[in-house]
């Protein structure tokens, strides 16, 4: 693996799939010597996209931007269940909002295989509005959804289409349910995003819909990002995994957010 490109975007598979890394056991991987690996990680670590450790390197702690192909790996089991329980409460004929991210990608999927919605063949059994180019294209060759997508300008590092290009559509659009993908969520703060372009549009969707489900994994609950998308008094529902502690989701609870942890 000889060109730095690749050798560092195998290193961030690594992260995103561990957590951290070694930089023994990461030069036996790909098959380099350690000082490779070692030059690598510090060029990474001046790109922000890692901190240093002895001996190796972790994810930065602090919350970053991550293209949405690094994202996948992190706790993609969890992000499964979260998808299916959140696809399960879309009930047929209802028009469904869904934002970017590896979560909604999930529950994009999940939608599109319920037995249930795709027994019909080529009737419409959902609607969906996305400004997610990546879920646009998933969906496409669904002939039992309805598809919508914003317009927008596109964003590398999510797929998604933000700008006005993208919220003059959804003042015109209503929404029975949105499914949000957050970076963050916590009570005192709300639903928030990196990115204040994606924070926009998705908090157009969400003024769009009657009921607002926000889908985070336990480790984006109690944090804060960049970007307010929407207060909590906003979110009707939280679906998270089962490694979110009672701790974790009463404070959510006692502010009127139903909880359902997959």
């Known amino acids: 693996m000889a060109a730095p490109q690749a050798r560092w975007s195998a290193l961030l598979e690594m992260l995103t799939r561990d957590g951290r890394i070694e930089v023994e056991s990461a030069a036996e991987e790909l098959r380099v010597s350690a000082a490779t690996i070692r030059r690598d990680l510090d060029e990474l670590a001046r790109q922000q996209m890692v901190t240093r450790t002895h001996g190796g390197a972790v994810i930065n702690a602090i919350a970053y931007d991550l293209p949405l192909r690094y994202k996948a790996a992190r706790k ?13 409460l879309v009930k047929a004929g209802a028009v469904v909002g869904l934002n970017g991210g590896t979560t909604t990608t999930e529950v994009a999927r999940a939608l599109a295989t319920r037995a249930d919605l795709s027994s019909g063949g080529a009737e419409t059994a959902v609607t969906v509005v996305t ?23 596109a964003r590398p590092a999510s797929y ?11 003042a015109e659009i209503a929404l029975d349910q949105v499914f949000i993908g957050v970076d963050a969520i916590d009570v005192a703060h709300g639903a928030t995003a990196h990115h204040e372009g994606e924070a926009s549009i998705n908090r157009a969707l969400a003024r769009r819909a009657q ?9 984006k609950l109690n944090r804060r990002a960049f970007a307010r998308i ?3 008094a906003d979110i009707d529902v939280l679906v998270t995994d089962k490694a979110a502690s009672d701790e974790l989701t009463e404070s959510f609870e006692a502010a009127g957010v139903e909880v359902i942890r997959a």
């Open 76 to 88: 993609a089991p969890e992000k499964e269940r979260i998808a299916d329980a959140a696809a399960g």
């Open 131 to 153: 400004n997610a180019l990546n879920i646009a294209n998933e969906l496409v060759v669904r002939r039992h959804v309805k598809l919508v997508v914003t317009g927008g300008v």
């Open 160 to 170: 998604e289409l933000i700008g006005p290009l993208a919220t003059e559509l959804l």
């Open 211 to 219: 009921q607002v489900v926000a889908v985070a994994d336990s480790s």
């Open 230 to 232: 929407c207060p909590v």
